[in-house]
Each structure stands twice: as C-alpha cells, then as structure tokens.
C-alpha cells in the first residue's frame, strides 16, 4: 500500500485546507484511515479517522466542529477538509491506513501499518 499526501501550504489563521491523500491498494474494506498530525517538538497526534467502507468517524476534540474527513471510493482518495484553522494547527500533516483496527484502538499510530510523506500546513496568525 502506497499512500500519497498533497494539499498543504500556508493560511492565515480562520482559513481552510483539504488535505488529500490517494492510496495504491484497489480494495480498502478491511481498513480504517487516518490523518495524524506532527509539530516540531512534539509526538505524532491522531487528528481523525474513518473507516473504509463506511459508517463512523473520529476525531481528535480540538478539531471537532472544523475538520471533516472523508474518503472518495472511485479515487482511492481520503480528504481532510480543514476550516478556521489555527496557528496551533501548524503541523506535518500524514495520512495512514491500517486493517482490522478495534475501535479503541483507532487514535493511536502504533495501529496504522502504512503512512505518507507527510503534507506541511502552516496557519500564519
């Protein structure tokens, strides 16, 4: 599985971002995907999660109500569609996918088996 992040740049503080990610593998029904987040300094942090063949999402609570995710079937492609962001929001942005995840265990990276590059974003204040 390959996995390609794109859609980051620099924003002003209240702007919006999505994020792209488009996977290699045809068939993701097993698998959950996720969007983790990097700051200089600090540990690699969950920012959401869906699962590939439909049903719930999860978010990490500092992004709830500004961040969607979401994944287009025909493109292989996960989104993080980003609103209001903010300079706390900078980061290295990577998406992730992971098979038969149990439902605790989706915020964690240790779950996740395949990672992009990463994307900066940059919120400007």
């Known amino acids: 599985v390959q996995l390609q992040a794109s859609g980051g740049g620099l924003v002003q503080a209240g702007g919006s971002l999505r994020l792209s990610c488009a996977a290699s593998?045809?068939?993701?029904?097993?698998?959950?995907m996720a969007w983790f987040r990097q700051a200089p300094g600090k540990e690699r942090e969950f920012v959401a999660a869906?699962?590939?063949?439909?049903?719930?999402?999860y978010y990490t609570n500092s992004v709830k109500g500004r961040f969607t995710i979401s994944r287009d079937t025909a493109k292989n492609t996960v989104f993080l569609q980003m609103h209001s962001l903010q300079p706390e929001d900078t980061a290295v942005y990577y998406c992730?996918?992971?098979?038969?995840?149990?439902?605790?265990?989706?915020?964690?990276?240790?779950?996740?088996?395949?990672w992009g590059q990463g994307t900066q974003v940059t919120v400007s204040s």
């Open positions: 992730a996918a992971g098979e038969r995840i149990i439902v605790s265990s989706v915020t964690s990276p240790r779950s996740y088996d395949y």
């Open positions: 869906l699962k590939w063949s439909g049903g719930n999402t």
């Open positions: 593998r045809r068939s993701f029904n097993s698998y959950y």
